[in-house]
């Protein structure tokens, strides 16, 4: 038999508030059903997030031990500096996107506006991209675009040094979907512009399969093929760190992504562009 009032996630107990006849799992991930004004808790749920979390704290030592045993074989080896050439590099470099998958579902390693996981770690613009690209060209199966190359326009002068972490894996998101979407043998193009003084736009252009008009690609769930291997949640989980970044950087800088798809003459395909507005990049050109 069910107990009433036995709960102890909470100590408000929210549920007791609720009608008579409600069957509900609340904020907790506690299920309830309220008999008659008596509340009866049935089985826990637990939340993705909790789960997640175990997950990569269960996980992330096996992924250390993998770099550090790797590392003992070639001592050059870095998560920084991905060589596809280099299987052991190559190892390195899958163990980074599996972390980066495990805290994606994590809900990006706990990232919230909360001031206190504010990062201002420098990283070179340039080589971020790079990085990704590099890295994600690790992922080889069907439905992602074959043989597509970089054109990265970005200065080596050029940093950010605010909520860095936030924008690292955006722009780990834009990449990855470039991977996903684009036409084979095409270009991803990254190129930086100004409008006035204070308004960079970074973005991210590339030819990409035809998304039809209906679609939000921001939306959680969203795919354009229903047949992909993907669950529709990157732009989204993207969406959401723009929003925290937002937060922390509120009345200082602030960006926002536009998604515009610009239709082509030629059949079959269309332009993606992604664009970072107003994102502080700084700079070591004088």
């Given at each position: 038999?069910?107990k ?5 996630s ?6 007791r508030?609720?009608?008579p ?8 991930g506690?299920s309830?059903?309220n ?5 009866e808790t049935k089985?826990?749920?637990v939340?993705?997030?909790t ?7 269960e ?5 250390q ?10 001592e ?7 060589d596809?050439k ?6 390195i ?5 599996l972390d980066?998958f ?9 990232f919230?506006s ?9 990283i ?6 790079e990085?990704?690209?590099t890295?994600y060209t690790?992922?080889?199966e ?7 190359s970089l054109v990265?326009?970005?200065s080596?002068k ?10 690292e ?6 990449i990855?979907?470039a ?5 084979d043998?095409s270009?991803l193009?990254?190129?930086?512009k ?5 308004k960079?736009?970074l973005i ?7 998304i039809?008009?209906n679609i ?6 969203s795919k354009v093929n ?10 989204r989980w993207a969406?959401?760190?723009e929003a925290?970044?937002n937060a ?9 992504i536009?998604?515009v798809?610009?239709k082509?003459s030629?059949p079959?395909?269309?332009?993606q562009h992604?664009e ?7 700079s070591?050109?004088k």
């Amino acid at each position: 038999m069910p107990k009433a009032f036995t709960c102890i996630s909470c100590t408000q107990k929210p549920c007791r508030n609720t009608s008579p006849g409600t069957f509900e799992i609340c904020v907790y991930g506690v299920s309830f059903f309220n008999r008659d004004g008596t509340v009866e808790t049935k089985e826990p749920k637990v939340p993705l997030s909790t789960i997640s979390k175990n997950l990569r704290h269960e996980i992330n030592p096996i992924l250390q031990t993998i770099i550090q045993q790797a590392v003992k074989l070639d001592e050059s080896l870095s998560t920084r500096e991905i060589d596809l050439k280099n299987p052991l590099s190559v190892i390195i470099g899958s163990t980074v996107i599996l972390d980066n998958f495990i805290q994606m579902i994590t809900g990006v390693h706990e990232f919230h506006s909360s001031p206190a996981l504010k990062s201002n770690k420098r990283i070179g613009l340039k080589y971020l991209i790079e990085h990704y690209f590099t890295l994600y060209t690790i992922i080889q199966e069907e439905g992602r675009a074959k043989n597509l190359s970089l054109v990265n326009n970005i200065s080596d002068k050029h940093y950010i040094n605010e909520c860095s972490d936030f924008v690292e894996y955006i722009l780990a998101i834009f990449i990855d979907n470039a991977w996903k979407y684009s036409e084979d043998n095409s270009r991803l193009n990254v190129n930086l512009k100004t409008v006035g003084e204070k308004k960079p736009k970074l973005i991210f252009t590339n030819v990409s399969k035809t998304i039809p008009s209906n679609i939000n690609i921001f939306e959680s769930g969203s795919k354009v093929n229903k047949d992909s291997k993907g669950f529709g949640y990157g732009l989204r989980w993207a969406k959401d760190l723009e929003a925290n970044y937002n937060a922390l950087v509120k009345g200082n800088d602030e960006f926002k992504i536009n998604h515009v798809q610009v239709k082509s003459s030629s059949p079959g395909f269309s332009y993606q562009h992604f664009e970072l507005e107003n994102l502080k990049i700084l700079s070591d050109e004088k």
